[in-house]
């Protein structure tokens, strides 16, 4: 078992570039989420998706999308990339528990700089 | 929307000392969470807190869910290099799958 695995670790881009973060997960989970990180914020949930085909806005969704067509797969795009989105990204999965008790299982995250 | 703060935002402790953290919910959460997060790494769940007023324990580690489900805290006895790290709390809202974590508490020990 793998896990969550996001790729790439580490990318650099210029402003106005696209680029797209993968997470794949191998624990036959339908929860998925998307988080960054930033100093003195937090994680701030970015997109989630509740199973395949289905996906929702978070707390910071702009200039990202995201996409479920498979349970495993759960890609972040950034299409035109700005300086504000330099951080570090984090994926998440959980079994879904109908409670709203999700425990998370994050990968290990992408660092993102903008240019 | 749902806010999740905890105090304080650095702590700074001696090996041995003690260390708490405090977290509050704008709302009423069906449940709250605990992760760790080791420096350059990602979170790591800990514990899951559901009924009012429970308390759990990890060893060191004792976790309180307060009897609003509004609060929660994390006191850690007795502190090692190994407990360095970022400590999180996270909570949904009611019918509501979305996890929203807190601002985190960094500490650091000294040796």
């Known amino acids: 078992n793998a896990g969550v695995t996001q790729t790439p670790k580490f990318q650099v881009l210029k402003t106005g570039q696209s680029m797209t973060l993968q997470c794949a997960q191998d624990?036959?989970?339908?929860?998925m989420s998307w988080y960054r990180q930033d100093p003195g914020m937090g994680l701030r949930l970015i997109h989630y998706s509740v199973g395949a085909g289905i996906t929702d806005q978070g707390e910071v969704p702009n200039g990202y999308n995201v996409s479920r067509s498979t349970t495993e797969d759960f890609p972040l795009r950034l299409l035109s990339a700005a300086p504000s989105q330099t951080s570090v990204y984090f994926c998440a999965s959980s079994q879904r528990r109908y409670s709203g008790a999700n425990v998370l299982t994050f990968g290990a995250g992408s660092r993102l700089t903008v240019l | 929307g749902q806010q999740v703060m905890q105090i304080p935002q650095y702590q700074h402790v001696q090996e041995g000392e003690d260390f708490t953290t405090y977290c509050n919910s704008s709302t009423t959460l069906s449940n709250i969470q605990w992760y760790k997060q080791r420096p350059g790494g990602h979170p790591v769940f800990l514990i899951q807190?559901?009924?009012?007023?429970e308390v759990k324990k990890q060893k060191r580690l004792t976790f309180q869910f307060g009897e609003a489900k509004k609060n929660s805290s994390l006191h850690i006895t007795a502190t090692q290099t190994t407990d360095v790290g970022t400590y999180f709390c996270?909570?949904?809202?009611?019918?509501?799958?979305?996890?929203?974590f807190g601002t985190g508490t960094r500490l650091t020990i000294i040796p």
């Open positions: 807190l559901v009924k009012s007023g």
């Open positions: 996270a909570g949904p809202n009611f019918g509501n799958e979305k996890l929203t």
């Open positions: 624990m036959n989970h339908e929860y």
